[in-house]
């Protein structure tokens, strides 16, 4: 997830990008870059890390002109270097392109233009556009978007600039979100209102497969097949600061909210539903030994390690591959000693944490091949590891991880599903697995409209001060998850457990004022929790049942019940987990911590 804005108009353009450019650098902030187009010439200047290292650099330089294009990097393609960063241009360095998004076919197009003698300087997909649109250029800027776009598959927002066509920026989108605002002063196009709300608070959404070519007094919006459209101009109440919030309180919860849409991301253009099976071209270099692994260990801390849990369950119900989990901190002290073709996958989503870096170099030195799952690209691990598979989840701000897990639950299991379908996994087991994960989309946001039940029920347990949560299989994992959130966020002290355990041990703790999260979904765990909760109920322990919908056998010995829609067993986690984010969230609101960045904690631990 990249940050794109634009400008044209009466006014300096610099000033107006660099200052929404710091609005959307929470979307992304390892390099960027700026184009400014004044007396028939394109000033385009980019650099690498936060935007003040652009704003150094362009503060020592004339860059006048009244319109202009700009780009804050989350980098998807090719690492945060400058030759990578935004703009990209055409061989004829008339064409400027800022883009947020993936073009899923941009390789194959690559190819094709490289065999028609056309040079690359980059290693983005966006590089790709930038030459398609000068090729197609004709004289009419806007012709020439739309007949790119028709040409590529995949999201993008972008701004395009020419510099025989001054006065004109053609934006499209497909996607990747776009707004255009109007002022008298002149038109704005970014990747939220945040870049342009200090100016206007006038803005029009775009839609997919829409364009619109604007100008200092004008702007026309068009279809991918040339129809002029009208849209309706709508009014933005917010201030700037929060539009960065994009109206949420905390980056934390705009995250939950975030989970339909990242969750779609982890599975865009990996999926072919006729055949039942995922295609995750970043493992394709290790791919004929892969599929022949019979030894699988995932290494990984905190939240990914969790995650990592569920994912053993599912390789172990989709492969016949032996699967440990690994503490990073614990495993890279460990006497290691594995079978030949052994893979170790780091799961992270900073790509930097130290404990898991050394580990998987541990690992190295014993002989074994590494893969990763990692959203931040052209981290350490990332680089340290022979190939993976990106969560394209976008930066997450909020320490507490959250759109993550459920991004790597759903990369998890479509690997386990790719090993699978290599294995014994039937076209009839693979097509409905994938059906299944098609639907967790907008499954999500179900459980998120209960978001208001899910307060109240925060608001009658966030005084007590310890809370147990339980689960069995695939939801043991989930309640480690779950007490992990409310610990971080709220500072109550909660454990997760496997509800096996309980008569073991953990039981002695329960009294009234001990809140008990049971994640008990209908699958074939389901009977042995309910008897896990009778036996707390027993000794007058408040439950908190997150069950499957429907379910209307739990109203005598729940005394809150949560609902999550049908899925299959190894999907519910990615369902489970997000009221269990919502009460932490809650409950953490309602002790006015500081949600995003709560005491003691990093959002990256770089260090042992
Ligand atoms: C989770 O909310 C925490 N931020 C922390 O446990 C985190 O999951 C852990 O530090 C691992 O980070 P990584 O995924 O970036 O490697």
Redesign the pocket.
């Known amino acids: 997830m990249c940050g794109i804005v634009c400008y044209v108009g009466e006014k300096q353009a610099r000033p107006i990008l660099v200052g929404g450019l710091k609005q959307l650098e929470y979307r992304g902030y390892d390099s960027a870059g700026i184009a400014v187009l004044e007396g028939g010439s394109i000033n385009c200047q980019r650099s690498v890390g936060k935007i003040v290292e652009l704003e150094k650099k362009i503060n020592a330089l004339e860059m006048n002109g009244t319109m202009g294009i700009a780009h804050t990097r989350w980098a998807t393609h090719g690492e945060p270097t400058e030759h990578n960063a935004h703009p990209h241009t055409d061989q004829t360095r008339k064409v400027f392109v800022v883009h947020n998004g993936i073009i899923e076919n941009y390789s194959s197009l690559k190819k094709k233009l490289q065999k028609g003698g056309y040079r690359f300087y980059s290693e983005t997909d966006t590089e790709v556009l930038a030459q398609l649109i000068g090729i197609a250029f004709e004289g009419d800027l806007t012709e020439a978007v739309r007949k790119t776009i028709s040409k590529v598959e995949g999201t993008f927002g972008m701004a395009v600039i020419h510099q025989d066509v001054p006065g004109e920026i053609v934006v499209a989108r497909r996607g990747s979100p776009l707004v255009i605002g109007l002022s008298d002063d002149g038109h704005f196009a970014a990747s939220d209102v945040s870049a342009m709300v200090r100016y206007t608070n006038q803005v029009i959404h775009l839609q997919d497969n829409e364009l619109a070519t604007l100008r200092k007094d004008d702007f026309v919006i068009s279809t991918a097949r040339a129809e002029p459209i009208q849209r309706t101009i709508e009014t933005v109440e917010w201030r700037a600061e929060d539009a960065e919030l994009d109206g949420f309180p905390h980056f934390m919860l705009k995250e939950i909210y975030e989970q339909p849409e990242t969750v779609r991301n982890a599975m865009r253009g990996r999926l072919e539903p006729g055949e039942g099976v995922p295609k995750l071209g970043g493992i394709i270099p290790v791919w004929e030994e892969l599929r022949r692994c019979r030894h699988l260990v995932i290494v990984?801390?905190?939240?990914?390690?969790y995650a990592g849990c569920v994912g053993r369950y599912a390789f172990e119900k989709l492969t016949d591959i032996d699967v440990e989990v690994e503490v990073a901190s614990e495993f890279r002290y460990r006497k290691l000693n594995f079978p030949p073709n052994t893979f170790i996958l780091a799961?992270?989503?900073?790509?930097?944490?130290a404990d898991?870096l050394a580990a998987i170099r541990e690992a190295k030195r014993k002989g074994a091949r590494l893969l990763g799952i990692v959203?931040?690209v052209g981290s350490s691990?990332s680089r340290e590891t022979e190939a993976g598979i990106y969560n394209h989840a976008g930066p997450e701000i909020g320490?507490?991880?959250?759109k993550?897990f459920t991004s790597q639950l759903t990369i998890l299991i479509l690997l386990a599903l790719l090993l699978g379908r290599h294995q014994n996994l039937s076209l009839t087991e693979g097509v409905e697995a994938i059906r299944a994960l098609q639907l967790l989309p907008e499954q999500i946001q179900k459980v998120l409209s209960q978001a208001n039940h899910i307060e109240a029920v925060a608001e009658k347990y966030h005084a007590c001060q310890n809370w147990l949560f339980l689960g069995r299989k695939f939801s043991c994992p989930v309640a480690m998850e779950g007490a992990?959130?409310l610990k971080?966020v709220s500072y109550i002290h909660a454990e997760g457990y496997a509800a096996g355990e309980m008569k073991h041990g953990p039981i002695a703790l329960i009294t009234p004022e001990m809140p008990t999260v049971a994640i008990m979904p209908k699958d074939d765990m389901y009977e042995k929790m309910v008897s896990n909760i009778q036996e707390i109920k027993s000794r007058k322990g408040p439950v908190i049942a997150i069950t499957t919908e429907g379910n209307k056998e739990l109203g005598d010995i729940a005394d809150e019940i949560i609902e999550t829609p049908a899925t299959l067993d190894f999907l519910n986690p990615i369902l489970a987990v997000i009221p269990c984010q919502l009460l932490a969230y809650y409950c953490a609101n309602l002790l006015n911590r500081d949600i995003d960045k709560p005491r003691n904690?990093?959002?990256?631990?770089t260090v042992e």
């Open positions: 990984a801390c905190g939240t990914s390690y799961l992270s989503q900073s790509g930097e944490t898991t959203n931040v691990i320490v507490a991880s959250t993550i992990l959130k971080e904690l990093a959002k990256s631990v």
